[in-house]
């Protein structure tokens, strides 16, 4: 007998093909069956009338490598119709663990919500069996992230590797690819990857090919300098024949809008010569990231310890002032989303003694505390380091539209899995952690003109399980896996925004991960059967 038989839904296989009315069959966690099905007995039938039935959304950009081990439902990533996250991104990871522990856990400041969960891992095969024994709400796979690669091999210094230090990173890169890893990635504006040389760049690159898995970039720069950073990911796709994946295509800084579209001249330049080249991207107008992205690369040396004491130094910010003169946003645009001492009701003092700052632009507290942003900015740096996050805006929408529109854009919410009720809820986090996928359907889809609606699912589900390597992912056929989200294309709509974040969607009717109904009419079944993939 069929386990689950969801009826009377349009099909939205995720290849790309048109909708079907047809119904799909679930049994022993993959599907069974897709067509005329409603005679078939079942032990569970799921209605999807007036509903799209579609492969669940593999988030193949997510930044959840700690808060599934905080709280493994992954209350805002399931509930929008997330059943597959790729952690590791951005250069920014929590394996290998071969430096100094808490000064690898301060570099990742960014993932680090809830200081309760522990590092109780060495490796990449340690830290996929912790997600083993969490047991989360959805599949997880991994990339391995530069910064902990490199600081196992080289440290936190601003220097080039040096061969034996190469060697020791692809060694330590090549025993995780061979572990499961989907791939690497680097973050080329976070110490200590922000000191690496092309050389070292290229070798990421040549390990990721040999084992013929992904490479990811967060790019040099998503600003003045956008169209040389993705040129520089071009050459090393080029001279490595990576599988290259270059991460959240923006332009940073209203001077800087119309730059997406010679980015994509770019990469279509690149695909037309035969490489794989493709990008990801969110349907928002502002990003997230830590404050100290903010800093020069000179005053990130060392690690998050000498940066804070250097940011002590009367002379060393007076240089980073200097520096930030001339920054491609304006401190209107930038707004405190979570401090990791201020859970959104107090704290955070010494800021230009503005009292609570979370969910305040940094212009907002300088003019309250009649002082200078850039002192606001180093003010909490220097506090709080790599755990200040802030949501940046001053983004361009027909930049947004020429990257959504791309056949090479996949979506990637650069998000993170949160529990509004946990540890990881606090703050004014970026609603893209609760609506990416809701807001593509509810605004780039259903306005007129916008996106087909087969193709948007395609860029939510097969197109990204292919960049991540992931076989039987993305797609509603017999034998896949039964990972389906179940909507209404008229109702759903993200509901979280900048001011409220923490609101889960609405129009989702059911989420099915291997076969089992994690979430049915916004109403999360407390089920984690999610899988933690090991690609071979």
Request: glycine letters at 12%.
């Amino acid at each position: 007998m069929t386990d689950l038989l969801i009826t009377g839904g349009t099909v939205v296989d995720g290849t790309g093909a048109a909708a079907r009315r047809a119904d799909v069959a679930v049994t022993g966690g993959r599907i069974e069956a897709v067509g005329d099905l409603a005679d078939r007995p079942a032990a569970r039938t799921l209605d999807a009338s007036g509903h799209v039935v579609t492969p669940g959304f593999v988030d193949v950009h997510t930044h959840s490598d700690l808060t599934l081990l905080s709280e493994p439902r992954a209350h805002s990533a399931v509930r929008q119709g997330v059943t597959t996250v790729v952690v590791g991104n951005c250069g920014l990871g929590v394996t290998p663990v071969a430096a100094d522990r808490e000064a690898l856990r301060a570099a990742a400041g960014y993932l680090d919500l809830d200081p309760a969960v522990g590092w109780d891992w060495s490796d990449l095969p340690g830290y996929l069996d912790a997600l083993d024994r969490a047991r989360p709400s959805v599949n997880v796979a991994a990339l391995v992230a530069h910064i902990p690669l490199r600081a196992a091999a080289a440290g936190f210094g601003d220097r080039p590797a040096g061969a034996a230090e190469l060697d020791r990173m692809r060694g330590l890169l090549a025993d995780a690819l061979a572990a499961g890893a989907a791939g690497v990635s680097t973050g080329l504006v976070y110490a200590p990857a922000c000191y690496a040389r092309e050389e070292e760049l290229e070798a990421l690159g040549r390990t990721a090919a040999a084992h013929g898995r992904l490479f990811s970039w967060h790019v040099r720069d998503y600003a003045d300098d956008l169209l040389d950073s993705v040129r520089q990911a071009l050459r090393v796709a080029a001279a490595t024949g990576c599988r290259t994946q270059i991460s959240h295509l923006v332009a940073v800084g209203r001077r800087n809008h119309g730059k997406v579209a010679r980015a994509l001249e770019l990469i279509d330049d690149a695909r037309g010569a035969g490489l794989d080249v493709a990008f990801d991207v969110y349907p928002y107008l502002a990003g997230n990231a830590p404050l100290s992205q903010l800093l020069p690369a000179w005053a990130q040396e060392g690690g998050e310890g000498p940066m804070r004491a250097r940011l002590a130094e009367r002379d060393v910010r007076a240089r980073v002032t200097a520096e930030w003169n001339d920054l491609p946003s304006s401190w209107d645009d930038i707004t405190v989303s979570r401090v990791p001492e201020d859970p959104g009701a107090g704290g955070a003092e010494e800021a230009g003694g503005a009292g609570n700052v979370t969910g305040r632009t940094i212009a907002g507290i300088a003019a309250d505390a009649g002082t200078d942003p850039r002192e606001v900015a180093l003010e909490l740096t220097a506090a709080y380091g790599n755990g200040v996050q802030m949501v940046a805006g001053g983004r361009s929408e027909a930049d947004l539209l020429d990257a959504l529109r791309h056949p090479a854009a996949v979506i990637g919410s650069d998000g993170q899995a949160l529990d509004p009720l946990g540890p990881t809820g606090h703050g004014s986090p970026h609603p893209r952690s609760y609506g990416c996928y809701p807001r593509l359907f509810a605004e780039y889809v259903r306005r007129p003109g916008g996106l087909d609606l087969a193709e948007a699912v395609r860029k939510c589900t097969s197109a990204p399980a292919g960049r991540a390597g992931l076989a039987d992912r993305g797609v509603l056929r017999p034998g896949a896996v039964a990972d389906i989200a179940v909507f209404d294309p008229i109702r759903i709509v993200d509901r979280a925004t900048f001011t409220a974040p923490q609101q889960y969607p609405d129009g989702i009717r059911a989420v099915v991960v291997g076969g089992r109904p994690v979430v049915e009419d916004g109403a999360h079944s407390g089920a984690r059967p999610g899988e933690i993939l090991r690609v071979p």
